[in-house]
Structure formats: C-alpha cells, structure tokens
C-alpha cells in the first residue's frame, strides 16, 4: 500500500521536514518515492521499515553521513559494512563497561556516605 508522506510521517514518528531532508540527502533512496497521477509524492511500502533501520542506527551513534554511505550503492563495500558495524557494537560495549563502572562507583559512594555522611570518609 503506498502512502503520502503525511501517513509516513505519522507511521514514522518522524516529522515531514526529517522525511524530505533525508529524500534531499539520500536517506531515502528513489526506490522508495513515487509519483501518482498527479505527480504528487507517494511512499512505496518499505519506506516505514527503512525509516525505521535509519532511526535505529541513529539511536546506537551512526552519523548521517554514515548511514548515506551504507545506503549508497557505491558507498561501501559488504566488508566495510560489517567493519563499521562491528566497529560500532564495540563502541557500544566500551560504553556500557564504563557506565557499568561509574554506576558501581555511585554504588560504593552510597554505602560508604550515607554510614558517616557524604564525603567523610
């Protein structure tokens, strides 16, 4: 089912300016913009399943020009997506050891002050 891009906007959770930005840019790739009888826009049906991948790689530190690149199909190569990919779960993981860290810190400041008062030791 095609769709105008208010609906995808709405189905998105994305606002229309986002959605003809990444249309400007590249995000969204021909395949997925269509034309009526009209010549108005309309969105092929992956567009939301697209859009969504677009948002999640966002979410975990992917920048825009990283994702254009993945999108391209002369951006990247299979090898240097998974290189990136792989790149970025271990940031992620180097991440979640130092917050690991700072919570368990937190946790022996807590212990450690509230027996004496904070920052007496």
Do not use: W
């Not at 108005?40 to 966002?58: E, F, M, Q, S």
């Not at 180097?94 to 690991?100: G, I, M, P, R, S």
């Not at 700072?102 to 904070?118: A, P």
Request: net charge positive; proline share 2%.
């Amino acid at each position: 089912m095609v769709m105008k891009i208010s609906e995808v906007a709405k189905a998105s959770e994305l606002p229309i300016s986002t959605i003809r930005y990444y249309e400007q840019i590249g995000i969204i790739t021909d395949e997925y913009v269509l034309r009526d009888q009209n010549n108005y826009r309309i969105y092929a049906p992956g567009i939301i399943r697209h859009l969504n991948v677009v948002k999640h790689c966002l979410a975990v530190g992917f920048s825009i020009q990283e994702i254009k690149s993945m999108i391209s199909k002369n951006g990247m190569s299979k090898d240097e997506h998974v290189s990136l990919i792989q790149n970025k779960i271990r940031e992620i993981e180097a991440a979640q050891k130092k917050l690991e860290e700072s919570k368990q810190n937190l946790y022996d400041i807590l212990t450690l002050n509230c027996e004496k008062g904070f920052g007496k030791y």
